[in-house]
């Protein structure tokens, strides 16, 4: 008999944070996916990122649409809103969420069968209308629930399980967050938590539309040799353009990385991204350059990772359309019907 359930009661000497919960009270139930899958190494630094800043878990609203990686949002935060949407709908539904209540933090996940296909166009319109959101795709190259064909992110002459060839071009996420005004666009590894961490928590302190594509290996059907999404092939191509830490005001998160040049980007909330550069001349603020660097890798095979771009100065969708503060749940009925002179008025300025 196989049990689901973990145990309520927590080990009394366990590490609480600022807000006084344990990384425990950040997990969600026991993952159904396959043993080694790398989705749920991003699960894990989502825990580990919202524990280390300290966030409280009812402040989090995560939303995803249907595969295996929007299966994923059970099995972290458990005590955190949540919405299952349907097939490539996560980022309007997220959108609507977001104008009723900017208050929450949200966090939409999706896979590349969820964004890059069926859900193209919701991912394009979030991203340039820069809804303050910080959207994971968990890209594995193929579709899991339905036996491992091709997704529109597999390379062009990726090999399947199975021995078939890619002919496809593949959907560039990257370089279309990019292209589309995404104000904070990153690309990692499942298998690098050093990197991925800070990179999530870079992207929950930044105040715009936030994009992370994570490279995710699926074990059990693109993990073979001849795959471009597999552990093997990234370990191998793996093209680092920084290493990334993440310092608030309040306390710095040391690390012993190698003496280099060092670049702070003071994020829109009054956070820090401090990036250590390992590339000369790469300025992680140029979206142009971050557009080329990623084509000039892409045509060498290698995978870069990192933060490619960031805008300090991000702005989000609530400024763009002048909204109120207050959540809609939270007017009442003076503010929704403010009576017919306040409707003569709106009717007068339009004219």
């Known amino acids: 008999m196989t049990y689901l359930a973990k145990p309520r009661m927590h080990h009394p000497a366990l590490q609480t ?3 006084g919960y344990t990384r425990r009270d950040y997990e969600g139930k026991v993952s159904t996916l396959c043993a080694g899958c790398g989705h749920d190494s991003i699960s894990a630094a989502i825990i580990q990122a919202c524990w280390e800043l300290d966030i409280e878990p009812h402040r989090v609203a995560k939303l995803s649409g249907i595969g295996c990686s929007s299966k994923t949002p059970d099995y972290f935060l458990g005590a955190s809103h949540g919405f299952n949407t349907v097939h490539g709908r996560m980022p309007s539904v ?7 209540n900017r208050d929450l933090l949200y966090l939409g996940v999706s896979g590349d069968g969820d964004s890059a296909s069926i859900g193209l166009g919701q991912f394009a319109h979030a ?20 036996k491992g064909q091709f997704s529109a992110t597999a390379d062009r002459g990726s090999k399947s399980k199975k021995g078939a060839i890619n002919r496809d071009s593949p959907v560039d996420l990257i370089g279309m967050a990019l292209q589309l005004g995404a104000t904070y666009v990153a690309r990692s590894f499942s298998g690098d938590k050093a990197q991925l ?12 539309a936030a994009f992370i594509d994570v490279i995710s290996p ?6 073979h040799a001849g795959s471009t999404k597999s552990y ?8 680092a353009v920084n290493r990334i830490d993440f310092i608030t005001p309040r306390n710095e998160i040391t690390t012993d990385y190698a003496p280099g040049e060092v670049v702070e980007v003071l994020q829109h909330d009054g956070l820090t991204l401090r990036l250590r550069k390992l590339h000369e001349g790469y300025d992680p603020t140029d979206r142009l350059a971050a557009m080329n660097h990623v084509q000039i890798h892409q ?7 990192g933060l490619l771009y960031v805008d300090p100065d991000a702005s989000d969708l609530h400024a763009a359309l002048n909204t ?6 939270a007017l009442g009925r003076e503010d929704l019907c403010p009576g017919a002179q306040a409707l003569a008025g709106l009717n007068a300025a339009l004219r």
């Open 197 to 208: 961490v800070p990179l999530i928590k870079g992207a929950i302190g930044h105040g715009g």
């Open 232 to 239: 093997d092939y990234v370990r191998e191509h793996n093209e």
């Open 127 to 146: 991203m340039r209308r820069g809804v303050n959101m910080v959207y994971i795709v968990e890209n594995n190259g193929v579709y899991g629930l339905t």
């Open 17 to 19: 944070n600022k807000v």
């Open 94 to 100: 997220l959108t609507g969420a977001n104008l009723a």
């Open 218 to 223: 699926c074990v059990a059907f693109n993990n």
């Open 324 to 329: 109120g503060a207050a959540p809609l749940n």
């Open 299 to 305: 045509a060498r095979g290698e995978v870069v990772t």
